[in-house]
């Protein structure tokens, strides 16, 4: 979880995509239904850090393959804390990653700067799902 924490902590967006399983399910804590795959994850991810200001990881527990990130930041002028419960696979990647935030007050202005957010998230994950899809079309393999 080092390198995903280091990643984050640089605001190294190309690094915790590399660190995301292709298969990764994100589950917000504004949005009711989980989101599946690693583009919409990274997209979602790089939102969430041009959204939160004093972004600091606080605190970590590490047990095999779950992990827990407690972070603090502020929103909206609102600040907020934070756990990312995290779970990786055989391969060492994220598969599984479940974010919960308080107070009601702070999760509502998150709420509210991720949906203005939300177009650009949409269609940043698109042109890299669209990118990576060209590339492989380009050098004849499947990945």
């Known amino acids: 979880m080092r390198e995903f924490r280091a990643a984050v902590e640089a605001r190294d967006a190309e690094a915790f995509d590399g660190l995301l399983a292709d298969d990764v399910t994100f589950t917000s804590p504004v949005a009711f239904k989980p989101y599946e795959g690693r583009h ?63 107070p009601l007050s702070a999760a509502q202005a998150l709420s509210e700067a991720m949906g203005a957010q939300f177009p650009s998230i949409v269609e940043d994950a698109t042109a890299a799902a669209e990118a990576e899809a060209q590339g492989e079309a380009g050098d004849g393999s499947k990945g």
């Open 40 to 102: 919409i994850t990274a997209a979602i991810l790089r939102g969430v850090l041009r959204v939160f200001d004093d972004f600091r990881y606080v605190r970590e527990i590490n047990d095999d393959d779950d992990h827990a990130l407690v972070f603090e930041a502020a929103v909206g002028g609102k600040k907020i804390t934070g756990c990312d419960f995290i779970h990786v696979n055989a391969d060492g990647k994220i598969d599984d990653f479940m974010v919960m935030v308080r």
